[in-house]
């Protein structure tokens, strides 16, 4: 399946630690407008388990056998053996994640914007941002590594 010489590691970089909670949102796309959402936030949102389990969760979930595949000489002069995709969503009141957005979408490889993208999607729902003890949808920002040797 993979040559040997690859090795697939999948880190995520967090600034926050975030959590997640049982109920998967496989399939649930909404377009939140960005006038509704809060800035300023007394606790950011999270994913429960922290690190570990989002790093567990995109093990799990992040399928890389397209971007290996198409990364020839061209693709790693172009994009590198490490990837970042800079992901920018919204966690909604009840722990949705949507409005995904992908900020730099011309430093990676098409294929790992899709496997991203599609590994998002099949996020379960996170613990919201908090103002004042009550949930608020806020937009946060995550960055998603996967180096390729």
Same mark, same amino acid.
């Given at each position: 399946?993979?040559?040997?010489?690859?090795?697939? /590691? &999948?880190?995520?970089?967090?600034?926050?630690?975030?959590?997640?909670?049982?109920?998967? !949102? +496989?399939?649930?796309?909404?377009? =939140?407008?960005?006038?509704?959402?809060?800035?300023?936030?007394?606790?950011?949102?999270?994913?429960?388990?922290g690190?570990?389990?989002?790093?567990?969760?995109?093990?799990?979930?992040?399928?890389?056998?397209? /971007? &290996?595949?198409?990364?020839?000489?061209?693709?790693?002069?172009?994009?590198?053996?490490? !990837? +970042?995709?800079?992901?920018?969503? =919204?966690?909604?009141?009840?722990?949705?994640?949507?409005?995904?957005?992908?900020?730099?979408?011309?430093?990676?490889?098409?294929?790992?914007?899709?496997?991203?993208l599609?590994?998002?999607?099949?996020?379960?729902?996170?613990?919201?941002?908090?103002?004042?003890?009550?949930?608020?949808?806020?937009?946060?920002?995550q960055?998603?590594?996967?180096? =390729?040797?």
């Open positions: 399946m993979y040559s040997p010489n690859f090795k697939m /590691t &999948v880190l995520s970089v967090l600034f926050f630690i975030v959590c997640l909670t049982s109920k998967a !949102q +496989t399939g649930v796309v909404r377009n =939140i407008p960005t006038d509704s959402l809060v800035q300023n936030v007394d606790d950011f949102p999270y994913f429960k388990g690190i570990t389990a989002w790093s567990r969760f995109l093990q799990n979930n992040l399928d890389l056998t397209r /971007t &290996v595949g198409a990364m020839d000489s061209i693709a790693y002069i172009k994009y590198g053996s490490k !990837q +970042t995709a800079i992901l920018n969503f =919204i966690v909604c009141e009840d722990g949705a994640i949507c409005n995904i957005e992908i900020e730099n979408p011309e430093k990676i490889s098409p294929e790992f914007a899709k496997a991203v599609a590994t998002m999607r099949k996020s379960p729902q996170w613990m919201p941002a908090l103002v004042k003890g009550k949930p608020v949808k806020t937009r946060f920002r960055p998603v590594v996967a180096v =390729i040797e």
